[in-house]
């Protein structure tokens, strides 16, 4: 997955993304700073969501 995100993100951040849970993200600003965050979901997002815990 790293490809996809051509190094601007660390190994933790990528590891993580199988495992938030529904409506959870992670906002890279730059390259340096990752923030984790909760979205709430519309009725149409929370039913593509699929993954996740």
Same mark, same amino acid.
């Given at each position: 997955?790293?490809? &996809?995100?051509? #190094?601007?993100?660390?190994?933790?951040?990528?590891? &993580?993304?199988?495992?938030?849970? !529904?409506?959870?993200?992670?906002? #890279?600003?730059?390259?340096?700073?990752?923030?984790?965050? !909760?979205?709430?979901?519309?009725?149409?997002? #929370? &039913?593509?969501?699929?993954?996740?815990?």
């Amino acid at each position: 997955m790293a490809f &996809a995100f051509d #190094n601007e993100i660390s190994q933790s951040d990528i590891a &993580a993304i199988p495992r938030l849970g !529904k409506g959870c993200c992670v906002g #890279n600003i730059a390259g340096t700073t990752s923030v984790k965050f !909760k979205w709430d979901l519309s009725r149409d997002d #929370n &039913a593509l969501f699929t993954g996740g815990i």
